[in-house]
């Protein structure tokens, strides 16, 4: 991987930082986040700004560009990455290490007195501005709202904003009309005396209206904003989508059941001029809920006294709840998706040996398998299918230049994942088609006890995600190991593989209790830098369940793996295992066995069939 | 336990909430917070104002009186008591329970429009104020600032602020100088560019001047603010108190040894003025320090461009690691608290089945035995002495009209510590003197599991303590069972029982990272209404520690308890541990052993060793 070359890019953003075409008065330095205006973590190719001014193409990331120095800040999944893919005008800006500064605080080091920082007011969150603004200002700078976005006004060939065809989810895969989750959100409102909300994440309207779209690679979301009141709904789409009779047909747009589920379509860029104008109507008490993650930009056009911002909307918290159909889906999903790589993993046994596999083919080959099932829709991100030192490349995706090829002596290493209609899949087994060496075999096993703590961990009702957090890394630490990352995300389904508001991270994000329905990942892991990384990540639903005591009544909720693909053998050392962990592991690949040998025997999959009987033997 | 009478009180209260003599306009609501005006979690009688309206006497809560209703917060620890100590003129807002509403939404519920919310400035924290005051005014409320407090208005027999004698540490205590305290202090203001700082909480005076007092019942601390420039050094304190020759020399009243280490003393109530005189020679870009949690009151009197609000000032910082002669102080303190409670078990296992000892009775010898150590000074708290269902009432203390005898039949609590002046010491041990019940045996080895789980845990440095709460807990989730209360705080070394600005919780309050010399408590419980109490408490030291590996340099760390006090093996079912966990039982024992059974030997505490001894025989 070699770096992008920036001289020219960063000379040429310098200029527009001083063109009065695009500002009223020179800036000192300029923001470039990481998302879209609808704080998309995936974004479309339009929107990878970021991307485009230093290179770094991971999914989380800010540049800061200033009149002397360019920085970049992310966090531990992407140091190695970003490293590689940044010219030495940029500086990394490590997250998470006690040396970094905070972007703020790098600013205010590096700034002349009363600076004018720029940033584009739609591509950063209203939460994210209020704290910069708020610590540039004490600091006697400010934050200066640039509207022309100074990145698009020098690239070139700056690709459209898609839109794509919407799919329209019945009844059978979303489980509840759109028609019904507009009654609930109003149930809401109306608790809370809101007159109005404002929608601006993609997947919560996605989720909303039960459709997809395919905007966004690996997302099934589509451009969109709504703006829901009591009595009526708007949604602000590219025109020429609506023109589809099934899509006409799916929002009853030509025959709406009653008036207050009628839908008003409005072009997707009207979104702020009819947020004005609604704003301009509302009475003295009336609030409108918006999240606090929406754009500056359209956050600001709601009046303050007016305004209700919610760290997580209604929505996202209704979605995170997965429905009876959605669970079932997401099971048939895991199930569909187990056999593909039963069958991967079979064929790469079979192939490794002639040495022909690399790192891209076997990736491909996943894909393959995959779009073999039901209903398969597409990749839920691009396959980290990594060998040896890739491997501890936390967010790797391999590329001609970095292509490995897999063989009997190195740790494989493959996180991929599927959107299928029916649910969304991401799954990282880590494979040794040799004989793995006693550190990798140790660290493995520590990986998996982590894995395991967290699956097989009781916890109250009410409990936060981030609370089961280091029982992922206890094994890990006692050796003195760990890992830079979180230990679980919240999964969508037949939507976003990343989703809030629910994960289990060190970071003490406001994360909501977790709660029976939701869905979340489980995947700990360990990286040795230039040898091999190693992670184990399955997708676990919340279920209720009952020990020996009930204490106040609260209730109890553990995990139960969605995830149905054998954890191979050969990489534990047993000996580290107690008992119970034991007993986990083939209480956990009989039900691979079990659940998944019957698909693949229906699918008459013979040799995965094998493979799977074989890698699911119990240990003692 | 019966529940003070508060009709008339209450009555007085909503009358002066009227009354122009002290408001210029009638409040709606009169806020009652805890502390006093240095946010003391223990305070002097005088400043005992929620309690005197409401008759609750727990170390935390808050009282809110309005026209129509009068509400009390507090958090699980308290439950129980409060709703025993209240009339029903009051109603017991749960802390912590889904049901209850934050204080801010209850007065908005309960408030008419344009409600004006009073509050004694000088005994809020800023930052209560500004979230109170933020919530109110964006529901059309306000929260004023009365200047007389309202409570003392109505309190005609309220006792006079103490003024106690102050006591010096001598280098073979604290380890360091006052002097080098004060230079310390002035390079991280140097790094910071901060002009001055404004020390508000009473331990960091008395830990800052190396001088001690008992203004506070169970705190070494004396009523004081200090104000700390570049150059100059201004302590706040009753003037009669700088009159004793020992206290003179001590902080170089007369002849100090540099003009940039004299101190200028001043009486405690001009630290309003003489901070608003600072404030008036400040210069445009000078920065003064002050604690968020410092009063309202002070805090407004630094114009918002000089203030530098912290969440822990850098003597609470400074404070928290402990030095090497703080260190072996503690160490030396809690042996000889061992040797006390060895002899108070030893003294109990005779006497109870005499039937002549009572919760009162016991914690009274345990003072008396705590009292013939060397430089003991007093309790550090109140002790918690409680048998059968008291044991249940987490911060229990007990009361003539409550006081039982302690039996064969029901378990004994007892959390108690003392003030040495090496040292401070807070230890809970919780014994059955008879038979106890299998249920009883049960809970108390999921509690020590948990106890075990973080004292023995090992965690990369940097790591919070609020990331290790969880695995005091596990072993009672996965039986369903909870505790609701933190697991551990910080603890002061011949200061404050609880400091900051490190724990380990639940609550994901903004802790500092656990750093070596930290010292904190580890003290999970378990409570069955109605019938007993368990709780396991050790402080404990975090230490460096060499696992294995050493995964990126950080280093790692573990803790090692100071508290040396056999754990009773007669609770433990030992069936439930690991093997590990029993090696954990068998060590820490073994090093009781030696540790205190050598000083008892040294005492010629005979009965006690033989206690001892027996008490710490290995289990298998």
């Known amino acids: 991987m070699s770096p992008k070359i920036t001289v020219e890019l960063l000379r040429q953003l310098r200029q527009a930082m001083r063109n009065s075409k695009y500002i009223t008065e020179p800036i000192h330095a300029y923001i470039v986040p990481s998302g879209d205006a609808h704080q998309s973590e995936y974004i479309a190719p339009c929107d990878c700004r970021r991307e485009f001014i230093c290179g ?7 540049a800061i560009i200033t009149e002397q120095q360019a920085a970049m800040w992310t966090d531990g999944r992407y140091f190695l990455q970003a490293s590689q893919q940044m010219d030495n005008n940029w500086t990394l800006m490590k997250m998470g290490l006690k040396e970094t500064p905070s972007q703020e605080d790098w600013l205010i080091s590096v700034l002349p007195e009363n600076s004018k920082v720029g940033v584009d007011p739609w591509i950063i969150a209203a939460d994210q501005w209020k704290n910069m603004s708020k610590a540039l200002t004490s600091a006697g700078h400010s934050l200066v709202a640039v509207r022309d976005n100074l990145i698009d006004a020098i690239w070139v060939d700056r690709p459209a904003r898609p839109s794509t065809q919407l799919i329209t989810l019945g009844l059978k895969y979303a489980g509840l009309s759109w028609q019904d989750k507009i009654l609930g959100l109003r149930t809401k409102m109306a608790e809370r005396k809101i007159s109005w909300i404002v929608v601006t994440a993609l997947d919560e309207i996605a989720w909303l209206f039960n459709l997809r779209g395919s905007d966004i690679e690996y997302n099934p979301v589509f451009f969109a904003y709504a703006i829901v009141g009591m009595s009526s709904i708007r949604l602000f789409v590219d025109s020429k989508r609506m023109a589809d009779p099934a ?9 709406p059941s009653k008036p207050e589920l009628s839908i008003q379509t409005a072009p997707y860029e009207s979104v702020y001029t009819e947020l004005q104008a ?35 909307t209604p929505l996202c918290l209704a979605k995170a709840v997965k429905n009876p159909t959605e669970i079932q889906g997401m099971k048939t999903a895991h199930i569909k998706d ?30 393959e398998f995959r779009s073999q099932q039901k209903d398969f829709v597409g990749l839920s991100f691009p396959t980290i299918s990594s060998v040896g030192p890739n491997g501890a490349i936390i967010h790797y995706r391999p590329l001609p230049e970095t292509n490995r090829t897999l063989s009997l002596n190195e740790v494989y290493l493959i996180d991929s994942g599927a959107q299928y209609m029916d649910g969304t899949t991401d799954v990282t087994r880590t494979m040794h088609f040799g004989t793995p060496s006693d550190f990798e075999k140790e660290c493995f096993t520590y990986v998996l006890k982590g894995h395991i703590a967290v699956s097989a961990a009781v916890f109250p009702n009410g409990t936060k995600g981030h609370l089961l957090d280091s029982f992922a890394r206890a094994a890990l630490w006692e050796s003195g190991l760990d890992y830079l990352h979180g230990t679980g995300h919240g999964v969508g389904c037949f939507l976003n593989v990343h989703e809030g508001p629910c994960g289990i991270s060190y970071k003490t994000f406001a994360d909501e209790p977790l709660e029976a329905g939701m869905i979340v990942s489980d995947e700990p892991g360990y990286y040795e830098d230039g040898s091999f990384g190693i992670r184990l990540e399955n997708v676990v639903l919340v279920v209720p369940t009952k020990p020996k005591y009930n204490y106040r009544n609260r209730g109890s909720l553990t995990f139960e793996p969605l995830t149905l693909v054998p954890i191979q053998l050969k990489m534990i050392n047993t000996d580290l295992l107690t008992q119970k962990e034991r007993d986990w592991v083939n ?11 019957a698909e693949l025997e229906r699918q008459g999959r013979k040799e995965a069939l094998d493979w799977l009987i074989r890698e699911t033997q119990p240990i003692a």
Not at 247 to 255: G, I, K, T
Not at 587 to 597: A, D, F, I, L
């Open 278 to 312: 609604i704003c301009a109507g509302l009475g003295p008490k009336e609030k409108v809920w918006i999240s606090d993650k929406a754009s500056c930009a359209l956050t600001q056009v709601i009046p303050k006294a007016h305004r209700s911002p919610v760290p997580y």
């Open 587 to 597: 209480e956990y690949h009989r039900k691979c066995r079990e659940t998944v040998g």
């Open 247 to 255: 899509v006409r047909e799916h929002l009853e747009l030509d025959n």
């Open 56 to 62: 770094f193409n991971g999914s989380a990331g800010t």
């Open 338 to 367: 187990a056999v593909a790589l039963c069958e991967l993993f079979a064929w790469l046994e079979k192939e490794i040996p002639k040495g022909t596999v690399t790192e891209i083919s076997a990736a491909d080959k996943a894909e």
